[in-house]
């Protein structure tokens, strides 16, 4: 269970913080709810304490760790995939797996194919979302500047990516 001011990773939103912990009653049920808040963008969610580790809640990547995934970026693999539905599905899934290195993947495989044949507006908003996922946990992580880490995230990213 999370505590008040512990950072925190929501899968499909990016890193926040627990503001609170609040009872609620829905639908005749009274339950526990984190107050997840994200610093950047101001979002404000309730989540089920009793559904957080089935949403993928987890605590942010250390500093170390978040050097170690920005200095990785450079020599990570893009699937090429041409069948649309079937990129964007794979692409879903994983940024639905919370994993920071899968998020990375998926924001530099729409990076690559947008420099190519350009995105579909499906394709080009999850471009964003991923982008702000990856970026807003290592801004955290980091305790840096957003515009600088954001420029680290996509210098590391322009580098030629192997294909397979």
Known sequence: MFSIGDLVVHPMHGAG???GIVQEKIAGVTQDYYVFKMPMGGLLLKIPVCNSDAI????LITQPEAEA???AIPDMTVESTANWNKRYRENMERLKSGNLYEVARVVKALMHREQQRGLSTGE?????????????EIVMAEQGEYRELESRVDQAMRQTPALH
């Open 56 to 59: 993928g809640i987890r605590t």
């Open 124 to 136: 080009r908003k999850m471009l964003h979302n991923a982008r702000q996922i990856l970026i807003s």
């Open 17 to 19: 913080i627990i503001d």
């Open 69 to 71: 995934l920005l200095a």
